[in-house]
Every structure is written in structure tokens, then in C-alpha cells.
């Protein structure tokens, strides 16, 4: 399968937004920050993170509704890329808790514009015939690239930074420094090769003031649409449970006393073994199909739930070792990487198939929306769960749940639903 130049961009993308969710979202940045700011810092992050998560959920579909007119979408792309490179680059330059935080949050604003904006770019770059293995190759690439290249040059910084004259804190700052590099360096090919091939034309208003005309139909046309509506509600659901599970992984098992090691390289091996498989999810769909292959990557989640249910409830009661448990939770953390990158892989696709083209990047918002408050929900049933039962077991229970009501949705609304795409 050969692919053209405008494929080959939108795909690295993938590869250079992944070193900011890994090093600045997830990992170094984050740990650092609550270092510094010793007091509450864990508090003062989450705070931040739920301020930009709001903010980039309400303008998205508007962001969405302008980046449809023609030739707005790259516009509108190195708009965000740049203040997402230029705040995560402030972030690295100042030990003011302040302007960390004020950086982090206008970094992670400008991060989620640009995804937004780079997803809806995958009806312009490619055919709904190719759609389902580009999506899949995109995030094979992330797992590849910005998942593990930039986060182990933040370990080696880190680990032995120290031999070169290198303290913890000047490592923190080369490791922010190197990830905004990664990113801007691996979003040069989108910027010269990507182009939107359709859109919306110019009427005699401004871009920004027909787009409020434009929500309001896009919004009668989801709700008239019962496919793209089932698809929604159960996308919800499941990526909500997917989100959960990402960012709870290592909260559940620090509360069940395993070994922080332990954990840290499984989660590693996650992003490892999701390399091959998301690319095997797309070879998949062309057998079996988008939705079968959505189905079966959240009844895989489904059994991940239930099996790390016995974990924690064989701790919890006494009759499992914390041995054998940090060894299902390798377990575990494999079988996360057989499904995660393909199933957002083909959630992506499936979903640019079924909207219009022309109006793809208010169709991505609106699901940008979705998806963030999904990604909100999940912690929070997981916390009241354990707050209500006092085991982080049942918190999994839960979770799990989350996955049948979609399975179940997407079941019963089937006849609505395409299924071979």
C-alpha cells in the first residue's frame, strides 16, 4: 500500500503530538510541577487541567464551524500548533508557579486545538476506503515515535542527567525543551503537504459570525441523523470508560499497595505492544469491519475490567499475593495495548465516514465535546464508586459498566448503524 505525501503528514502528526501527552500531559511535566509547588501542587494541577479541558470542550465546535471555510483548517491549525509549541516552551523557562501553571493550561488549550483540527483533516487527505488503516497508522506512529523516543530521552535526562552536570531540575527543563522540538519538527510535513480539499464556501457574513448559524443547523442535522446519534451516545460511553482506564491505571494500583517500578515499566510496555496492534486493528477492518472491530475492542475492555476487579478484590480480602497481582497487571497492561491505539484509531475513522466532509471539523467538535466530558465522567463514577463502597475493586465494576452500556447501544441501534465501512 503506497501512500501519498499528504497521507505521510497527517500521519506524523500523531507522531509529534503524543510527546506532549506523554512528557507535558502525563508523565515528567506534571510530576515535576507538584514538586515544586510543594504544597497542593497535585490539587493546582488538576484544577488547570480541568480548566483547559472545559474551555477547549466549549469552543470546539465553533473552532470546528470556522476551520470548515475554505482554506481555514491549516489557518486555524498553526493558530493553535504555535501557541501550544510557544506556552509549553514558557512553561520550561520559569520555576513561577503562576506561569507554569498559566503555560501549562494555554499549552494544553493550544494542544487540544490543534488535534481538533488535525482530526477533521483526515477527510480531506485521504478516501473512505483508506480512512480506517491512515487513522490506524497515525496512532501506530505516536506509540512509535512521540510515545516512547521523547519520554526515554526524559528518563535518560533524569536518571543520569547528573553524571554530565545535568540536577533534576535543569533535566525537567531539557526534557520540556526537546518534546517542543519533537512536536514542532514532526508538524513541519502536515504544514507543507496537507491541504483541505473541500468546505464550506464564504457568505456575505465573516466566517466568525456564519458560524453560529452553521452550529445550529449541524446540531438539527446530528439530532435528525439516528446513526451518527447512536454512534455519539456510545462513543461517549466507551471512550469515557477508555479515558478512565488510562488515567486511573496507576491511582488503582498504588492504592492497592503494587510496586510503583513495576507498574511504570508495564504502562511502558502498553505503549510498546500497541505499536503492532493498532496497526493490525486497521488490517482488521478490512475483514471484518469498522463497527465489528469497535465492538470488539470494548468487549476486550470489558474483560480487562473484570479480570482487574479480581485483582483488586483478591488483595483487598487476602487471598491473592501482591506477586501474583503485579503479575496480572502486566497481564493487564498488555492486554490494554492490544486494543487502545486501535480502538481510538477506528473510532476516528469510522466516525469521519459517517458525517459530512464538508463539514468535518464542526462534526470533530462536536465530538471533541463529547469526548471530554466522557473523559471527565470516568474519573468521577470511578471516585464516587470508592467513596460510596470504600474497595477501589468496585470502582472497576463501575467502569466496566460504561463498556456494556455501549456495547449495548450499539447493539440495539445496529439497524441504523453502517456497519461495513
Request: overall charge positive; proline content about 2%.
Amino acid at each position: 500500500m503506497k501512500y501519498t505525501s499528504q497521507e505521510k503528514g497527517w500521519i506524523l502528526y500523531d507522531c509529534a503530538n503524543s510527546a506532549y501527552t506523554t512528557v507535558i500531559n502525563s508523565t515528567v511535566f506534571p510530576i515535576y510541577f507538584a514538586s515544586v509547588i510543594t504544597k497542593d501542587g497535585d490539587m493546582l494541577w488538576g484544577i488547570g487541567t480541568s480548566f483547559a479541558t472545559i474551555i477547549t470542550a466549549i469552543i470546539a465546535p465553533y473552532i470546528g464551524a470556522i476551520a470548515d471555510y475554505r482554506g481555514n483548517k491549516k489557518r486555524i491549525f498553526s493558530m493553535f500548533l504555535f501557541l501550544g509549541l510557544m506556552a509549553t516552551l514558557l512553561s520550561s523557562l520559569t520555576d513561577i508557579m503562576q506561569i507554569m501553571l498559566l503555560g501549562y493550561v494555554i499549552s494544553f488549550i493550544g494542544y487540544s486545538g490543534s488535534i481538533l483540527v488535525y482530526d477533521s483533516f483526515l477527510t480531506d487527505v485521504t478516501t473512505p476506503k483508506r480512512m480506517n488503516m491512515i487513522s490506524c497508522l497515525g496512532y501506530t506512529a505516536g506509540y512509535i515515535g512521540g510515545s516512547t523516543i521523547p519520554f526515554l530521552v526524559s528518563i535518560l535526562l533524569l536518571q543520569f542527567g547528573a553524571n554530565f552536570g545535568i540536577d533534576a531540575t535543569l533535566a525537567v527543563k531539557f526534557s520540556i525543551v526537546f518534546t517542543v522540538a519533537w512536536w514542532a519538527v514532526f508538524s513541519v510535513p502536515l504544514l507543507f503537504s496537507v491541504h483541505q480539499n473541500g468546505g464550506v464556501s464564504y457568505g456575505k457574513k465573516p466566517p466568525y459570525i456564519e458560524a453560529f448559524k452553521s452550529l445550529s443547523i449541524t446540531v438539527k442535522r446530528i439530532l435528525k441523523n439516528k446513526g451518527l446519534m447512536v454512534y455519539l451516545i456510545a462513543h461517549f460511553f466507551y471512550i469515557g470508560g477508555v479515558s478512565t482506564v488510562i488515567i486511573m491505571a496507576s491511582s488503582y494500583g498504588t492504592a492497592l499497595n503494587l510496586s510503583t517500578t513495576q507498574m511504570t515499566m508495564a504502562l511502558f510496555v502498553t505503549q510498546i505492544v500497541a505499536a503492532p496492534c493498532t496497526y493490525l486493528f486497521g488490517k482488521l477492518c478490512g475483514k471484518f469491519g469498522a463497527l465489528n472491530m469497535i465492538v470488539a475492542g470494548i468487549i476486550v475492555y470489558i474483560c480487562i475490567c473484570a479480570v482487574s476487579f479480581a485483582l483488586g478484590y483478591g488483595l483487598e480480602n487476602g487471598f491473592m499475593s501482591v506477586s501474583a497481582a503485579e503479575k496480572l497487571f502486566w497481564v493487564l497492561a498488555i492486554g490494554v495495548g492490544t486494543v487502545q491505539g486501535g480502538l481510538q484509531a477506528i473510532s476516528r475513522s469510522y466516525y469521519g465516514k459517517i458525517i459530512s466532509a464538508e463539514h468535518s471539523g464542526e462534526y470533530f467538535g462536536f465530538l471533541d465535546v463529547f469526548a471530554k466530558y466522557a473523559t471527565a465522567l470516568g474519573p468521577l463514577i470511578y471516585s464516587l464508586t470508592k467513596l460510596a463502597t470504600g474497595r477501589s475493586s468496585y470502582s472497576l465494576i463501575s467502569i466496566m459498566l460504561m463498556f456494556v452500556i455501549a456495547v449495548i447501544i450499539l447493539t440495539a441501534g445496529r439497524k441504523h448503524l453502517k456497519v461495513d465501512i
